[in-house]
């Protein structure tokens, strides 16, 4: 088995949150948007999401970005049928198979999907092979090994990564790094509570939370992002990377 699959409650609960307004993925997707604008300027863009669950991030880029092209991959068909729905361009693909793209893209993202893989670096040797020249990935993948617990097993992580990791991982796969930095910094205290103190695993992915709080979160993530992480560590890491010449 190569990919780890995700059940069908982690795709109901992904669809139901991950159009920004929670403050997880609106965090998530202030890397990615300022990544892409800081490497990209005012280029076309070609966008592939590759593993792009219900669309969510489909959705933030095209309306913040207003892309050319884009496209959508991935390999649960429940969330390709999510994504169509919305009216994006998704399909179903087999990550240890070669992809079949209707063009090249030049910005790729890769979102919380490389753990969910046994060989990530077969994928991204992949979409190296279907994408433009000098193409931009920004990825985002669990961090700190520490923090594994019985969660990630029901996420279908097959790892967390350190940095070496992702470094290596992305090396191997024909991409150049260009930056890689933590996330999610202030979330480390109460992950490491409740996976190492009390050992109680979450029944949701994405624990509803008050508006207050929502917001609260939310600024700490922006705040951390624009002015840097006051911790050497984060539950995430994001890195921005370029195919190789």
């Avoid at 361009?89 to 993202?109: I, K, Y």
């Avoid at 508006?211 to 951390?224: F, H, K, Q, V």
Wanted: hydrophobic letters at 40%; one cysteine or more.
């Amino acid at each position: 088995m190569n990919r780890r699959e995700i059940s069908s409650e982690h795709v109901a609960g992904l669809s139901s949150v991950d159009d920004g307004d929670y403050w997880w993925y609106a965090v998530r997707q202030g890397h990615v948007i300022s990544a892409i604008r800081r490497r990209m300027g005012s280029a076309p863009l070609d966008h592939l999401d590759l593993g792009c669950g219900a669309g969510g991030v489909m959705a933030a880029l095209a309306k913040n970005l207003s892309p050319r092209e884009q496209h959508g991959l991935d390999g649960t068909e429940e969330a390709v049928e999510i994504a169509r729905s919305r009216g994006l361009n998704a399909e179903f693909a087999d990550f240890r198979q070669p992809l079949s793209l209707p063009f090249q893209p030049n910005v790729v993202t890769c979102l919380d999907v490389l753990e969910h893989l046994e060989d990530p670096v077969l994928a991204l040797r992949h979409l190296g092979e279907s994408a433009a020249p000098r193409a931009l990935l920004v990825a985002t993948v669990p961090a700190m090994p520490s923090l594994h617990s019985n969660w990630d097993d029901l996420c279908g992580h097959f790892r967390r990564y350190t940095r070496t990791t992702l470094a290596e991982h992305l090396a191997a796969g024909g991409f150049e790094l260009l930056r890689m930095r933590y996330a999610f910094s202030y979330c480390v205290p109460p992950a490491w509570w409740q996976r190492r103190v009390t050992k109680v695993v979450q029944e949701v992915e994405f624990p509803e939370v008050s508006p207050l709080l929502n917001r609260l979160l939310t600024w700490a993530g922006t705040a951390e992002r624009l002015v840097g992480s006051p911790l050497p560590l984060g539950t995430s890491l994001v890195a921005e990377a370029r195919l190789k010449s």
